[in-house]
């Protein structure tokens, strides 16, 4: 079997999800899994609404569910002609935006957001987007099979964030996904959902449906992992920054995991760890171009020098100077026992004798964290910092890539730097508004016109 996974720009209007039906049809003798995305920016716009419930102002939320309702209904009425098939598809999806309507205003009635809320809600987007695909696919002859995420995704409950457990959804996936393979019918579940062992819904973190293809496909075995989105697949920067980047035919595992986490949001960076576990190949391709070769994600890609250039925005560098570092064997585990505390990971790391600095990806617990670090010493923090990172397998062989970097950096200051010891990636923290600069000085430098 094949899991078949279909981003937000994939399913983000009928047209869209037309295309996708082609591409599964054209999948049906690899008995295909599908796993969907909210329709684009759904997620976004249901967090926004639950933020804005929360702070009382209950008619902005309430006319962001009504441009929902519409935009879902709008695409129920361009893709099921059936007009019963219709008719019973709008009126499930109205009643679950009549129950969104209702949540939105007891969180505004209560005042506050909870995460576990925050994740009632943000499920909406896939438990609509499912619905609705589905209905659109079995119009189009496809013999799709609603499967509700909640039952097969089991988790913690670490809500906005939670850890699957893969025991659970291993024998939950063949109990629920199995039997209509067997049957040669496509089951089609949402993506970054889940639910406690209790039933209660969870969420995977920003951006984790692609961790869900990966782990249904892990726990059924699946012959390959095919990730859907709006560009050719992986590239050597984001088009969106680098409009030259180029497309990367085959990637390592290892150097695709370091280009998903330092920001190539492409690619959730956890989608790749239970696909090597298994050796399961993973495509990605553009649902608009489904002819392209897309990139392949393997163990055995070739191991270039450069490979590629990422990037994040909006990083929080927390530095900490103490003379206690100074030959004390444990201070580092002290510290790190803190960032575990806070849940707090940390994506860069560069040490002195007498100092700490560190980059957080997620800065939303630093208060409690800035709290249990300031006994160890002076802490400082510095917001609006932005990371760039290079990888490529060869970036330490010696000394011409490293050159090649900094040189290409010019004038754009570096407040820190780190080379993996493994030498596949180089990461450099840079003000946050040089970015995009930094990244296209980068890409020029290494995948430009005379760069080798
Ligand atoms: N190295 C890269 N290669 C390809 N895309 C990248 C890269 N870095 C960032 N991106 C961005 O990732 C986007 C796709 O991710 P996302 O918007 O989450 O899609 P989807 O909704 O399909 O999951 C692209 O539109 C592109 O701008
Ligand atoms: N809809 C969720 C999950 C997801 O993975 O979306 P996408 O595949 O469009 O990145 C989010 O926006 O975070």
């Known amino acids: 079997m094949i899991v078949v996974k279909f981003g937000g720009t994939s399913v983000g209007d009928a047209e869209a999800i037309e295309r996708a039906a082609s591409i599964v049809r054209g999948r049906l003798p690899g008995r295909p899994v599908i796993v969907v995305s909210a329709m684009g920016g759904a997620t976004n716009a249901l967090l926004a609404l639950a933020e804005q419930a929360s702070r009382g102002q209950l008619i902005g939320a309430a006319r962001a569910v009504e441009a929902l309702r519409e935009r879902h209904l709008n695409a129920v009425t361009a893709l099921v002609p059936d007009a019963q098939a219709a008719t019973e598809l709008s009126g499930e999806l109205g009643a679950m935006f009549d129950e969104l309507a209702r949540l939105a205003e007891a969180i505004s009635v209560l005042g506050f957001l909870t995460p576990r809320s925050l994740d009632t809600i943000a499920a909406y987007g896939e438990i609509l987007s499912s619905h609705l695909v589905t209905a659109a696919f079995r119009a ?95 590239l050597t920067a984001d088009p969106r920054v680098v409009p030259d980047a180029r497309l990367i035919e085959r990637i390592r595992f290892d150097e695709a995991s370091e280009l998903a986490s330092f920001g190539a949001k492409v690619l959730h960076p956890s989608t790749i760890a239970p696909a090597v576990r298994r050796g399961i190949p993973v495509y990605i391709y553009n649902s608009r171009r489904p002819e392209g070769k897309g990139t392949l994600i393997t163990s055995d890609a070739p191991r270039r020098p450069v490979s590629a250039i990422a990037a994040k925005s909006a990083t929080t560098v927390v530095k900490l100077r103490s003379t206690r570092m100074l030959l004390a064997s444990g201070f580092m585990k002290t510290v790190f026992e803190i960032f575990e505390r806070h849940r707090t990971s940390v994506d860069v790391i560069a040490t002195s004798e007498v100092s700490l600095s560190v980059t957080l990806d997620d800065p939303s617990n630093l208060d409690e964290l800035l709290g249990d670090l300031t006994p160890l010493g002076d802490v400082s923090v510095e917001r609006e910092r932005g990371i760039v990172s290079i990888v490529g397998a060869g970036l330490s062989d010696n000394g011409v890539a490293l050159a090649r970097a900094f040189g290409a950096l010019g004038d754009l200051r570096v407040h820190m730097a780190s080379l993996s010891a493994t030498g596949i990636n180089l990461t450099l923290v840079v003000d946050g508004e040089h970015v995009g600069p930094a990244m296209q000085r980068l890409h020029d430098a290494f995948f430009g016109e005379g760069a080798t």
Do not use: N
Not at 165 to 177: F, G, M, S, T
Not at 191 to 219: E, K, M
């Open 140 to 234: 189009r002859d496809i013999p799709a099979e609603l499967v509700d995420a909640r039952r097969v995704m089991i988790t913690d409950d670490h809500f906005c964030k939670a850890e699957p457990d893969a025991d659970r959804i291993a024998e939950a996936a063949r109990a629920h996904l199995q039997p209509h393979l067997r049957e040669g019918r496509v089951p089609i579940m949402g993506g970054f959902i889940g639910a406690t062992p209790d039933g209660i819904t969870t969420t995977l973190g920003r951006g984790g449906s692609d961790y869900s293809a990966s782990l249904v496909g892990a726990a059924l075995q699946a012959d390959v992992i095919e990730i859907w989105t709006d560009v050719d697949g992986m």
